[in-house]
């Protein structure tokens, strides 16, 4: 869900300015205060956009509009509520979703996902393959608590692929005023993966050509979803060596995030 507030009270910052020591880091935090959606309109092009656009409004490469944030990004982490260009990021650079680090792969260059072991039923939830909104996840995170997973129990898994497909959000049904929430949309077929990195070459920015209007160009997305198949468990013990074997490692040092937005 939503708010609903005046452009004044939510200025667009940089969502990737949170603390290093922030985790989860897809999480929202006390200071982002919850997902917000400006005035809209729709582009000669026909591409929903915000009319106070900023450089954080669509993850570089991608024409879908993401949904933005309240405030700017700090205090502590907020329970299971999501940043929608954190979760971007994470989701379309295979990077930890708790940490931002790269995802811990096995022998065969498996992504490693952590996801719920039961269903909200009740039921077993393996074999877990299909799609997920939850990012893939570093060794040693992957053995941290997480407050999304704690009443679901978790297991440990390798994607044999993991196709980035879509996205979850608000989708405002053309030639109409309707407003589907959390609605499944798939990224226009020349916005995959591959075209993103086209568009991601030096200096090109969010640019190229923008796909062609589709529903996801009427969406304001607050989830990037990937399509799991090929799913086997992780040995639990593995993960662990992993773990150390990251901890031994020297620490990463992450990029100032550009003005752009770019990580």
């Given amino acids: 869900m939503f708010t609903s507030l005046t452009p004044s009270t ?12 922030h985790m989860p880091f897809m999480t929202l935090t006390t200071g982002e ?5 400006p005035p809209l309109k729709t582009t000669t092009d026909g591409w929903l ?7 954080y409004d669509r993850y570089p490469g991608f024409d879908v509009l993401l949904m933005r944030t309240v405030g700017s ?27 931002r680090r790269p995802a811990a792969r096995n022998e065969q260059g498996h992504p490693l996902f952590v996801l719920p072991r039961w269903r909200p039923d009740g039921r077993t939830a393996y074999p877990a393959r299909g799609l997920t909104d939850m990012p893939p996840s570093c060794a ?10 704690k009443d679901r129990g978790r ?18 049904v053309p030639g109409t005023t309707g407003v589907l929430e959390e609605q499944y949309v798939e990224l226009a ?18 640019g190229g050509e923008r796909a ?52």
């Fill in 73 to 99: 990004p700090s205090g502590r982490p907020v329970g299971a509520q999501v940043s929608p260009y954190r979760q971007a990021l994470c989701m379309v650079e295979l990077a930890c979703q708790g940490c």
């Fill in 140 to 149: 040693r995170c992957a053995l941290s608590w997480c407050p999304v997973l």
């Fill in 10 to 21: 939510a200025p667009p910052t940089d969502p990737l300015a949170v603390s290093a020591t």
């Fill in 189 to 206: 077929e020349d916005e995959d993966e591959g075209d993103a990195e086209e568009k991601r070459a030096p200096g090109d920015g969010a």
């Fill in 212 to 263: 062609k209007p589709n529903l996801v160009s009427a969406v304001v997305a607050e989830r990037f979803v990937r399509d799991l198949q090929g799913v086997t468990l992780a040995d639990p013990d593995q993960v662990r060596k992993l773990a150390a074997q990251q901890d031994r490692a020297a620490t990463l040092v992450l990029p100032a995030s550009a003005p752009d937005g770019r990580p």
């Fill in 49 to 55: 956009t915000y009319r106070d656009p900023s450089p």
């Fill in 155 to 172: 297991q440990l898994l390798w994607a044999g692929r993991a196709e980035l497909v879509g996205v979850y959000g608000s989708l405002f």
């Fill in 33 to 37: 205060r919850g997902l917000h959606l």
